[in-house]
């Protein structure tokens, strides 16, 4: 079996990885511990995995594959619980958010692994300022077809995930006015960006192995798109969400992902367009900047409409779906927050707003990941 042959997997399954900050206890700056923390927790082995990331500041969970939303919860609370348990041994905190509200990037060290070394040398300096931290949801497919026309038909949604994980209002220090910042970081790669608009799988195989030719990339990897297939995994992996400040939030966007999915896939409600490209940077832009304030260009009717508007008919719509996989309760959720317009970035300058500083702001974000456990060992 070769790389790019596509690996089929359970229908609609999901799974998720959240990068998460490692902070010190002291001012809540990064701390560069994430080494130390991996050694502890071999000793305890989570469930699913806890990977190293680029830099020495930054840990990634993984989660099991997952048919239900409940089971994913569950799981994500247990990871969750026993990676706070390790940082408090060690006198660190966890926290999520899409960003840091103050560290330098100019201060991280990348962890030494050679993929992450190689980063390095190819990026420059853009690898250590890639110390954003997102939510990747994997949604499994049964070949490599559906995986295309899944990665379109997403797109059609990419600005709701935006703004419904939107957890990055501060960077270095600064307030910069969008919700998510985090992806205007990503958007420096060269190879970030979207699909090519093909049709199927066989094309898609053919594009990249153009790409090989050209000697820009060597595997899926090297690809930073918004959305991408991972022949590899059976899946379609949704790459724009910043990571929520909680691992309830974060299983709820699964669900929404999964329950998108499901109505994709099963109806095929409509043909893939390449128009949904000509609109996408506008949406996605209007989302990370705007949030629920955002206009949404769509692509099939084009019509412009609120996004906030966009987000609610979709639940609507997701209602028979929702029950068929069992995610009714997540969407609920996902509703009223969208109904009452909160999200994690407001939050965070509600904050910065009562307290008048970006440490006691990351010192909120430790304490809403970790479950405000007792914080001493």
């Known amino acids: 079996m070769s790389e790019m042959d596509f690996k089929s997997s359970p229908e609609i399954s999901m799974g998720v990885e959240l990068e998460l900050q490692i902070l010190n206890s002291r001012d809540y700056n990064l701390a560069r511990d994430a080494a130390d923390l991996l050694t502890l927790l ?9 990977k190293p990331e680029i830099t020495e500041s930054m ?10 939303y409940e089971s994913l919860q569950a799981e994500l609370k247990q990871i969750r619980d026993m990676v706070a348990q390790a940082a408090v041994q060690l006198n660190l905190r966890i926290a999520g958010g899409g960003s840091h ?48 026309y899944l990665t379109h038909m997403l797109s ?7 703004v419904l994980s939107a957890s990055s209002p501060f960077q270095q220090g600064a307030d910069t006015g ?23 799988w ?34 379609v992996e949704i790459r724009v969400l910043d990571t929520p400040l909680t691992v309830e939030r974060a299983a709820q966007l699964a669900a929404y992902a999964q329950t998108i999915a499901h109505y994709v896939l099963t109806q095929r409600p409509l043909p893939a367009s390449a128009d949904i490209y000509l609109v996408y940077r506008h949406n996605r832009f209007q989302a990370c900047r705007y949030g629920f304030d955002a206009t949404y260009i769509d692509a099939y009717t084009q019509q412009q409409v609120p ?24 969407l609920e959720k996902l509703r009223a927050d969208v109904t009452t ?19 006691d702001v990351a010192r909120c974000q430790s304490e809403e990941w970790m479950g405000r456990m007792p914080m001493s060992a």
């Open 307 to 330: 996004l906030q508007q966009d987000i609610l008919q979709t639940l609507d719509t997701l209602v028979p779906h929702a029950a068929e996989v069992r995610t009714a309760a997540a």
């Open 341 to 359: 317009r909160r999200s994690d970035a407001a939050w965070l300058r509600e904050m910065y707003g009562k307290l008048g500083s970006l440490n």
């Open 42 to 50: 071999e000793k305890t082995k989570p469930p699913g995995a806890v």
């Open 101 to 148: 509200p103050f560290h330098k990037w100019s201060e991280r060290r990348i962890y030494p692994t050679e993929r992450f070394k190689h980063l390095l040398e190819v990026y420059g300096y853009l690898a250590k300022q890639f110390t954003v931290f997102g939510q990747h949801i994997h949604i499994g497919c049964p070949d490599g077809d559906a995986a295309v």
């Open 178 to 200: 969008f919700q998510s910042s985090r992806l205007n970081t990503v958007s420096a790669f060269p190879l970030s960006g979207t699909i090519p608009f093909v049709q199927t």
């Open 59 to 68: 840990i990634e969970l993984n989660s099991s594959i997952h048919l239900d």
């Open 202 to 235: 066989r094309e898609f195989v053919a594009y990249f192995e153009k790409m090989r030719g050209f000697r820009i990339v060597e595997s899926m990897k090297d690809f930073y798109w918004d959305i991408r297939p991972k022949p590899e995994y059976g899946t």
């Open 156 to 162: 059609r949604y990419i600005p709701h995930f935006i």
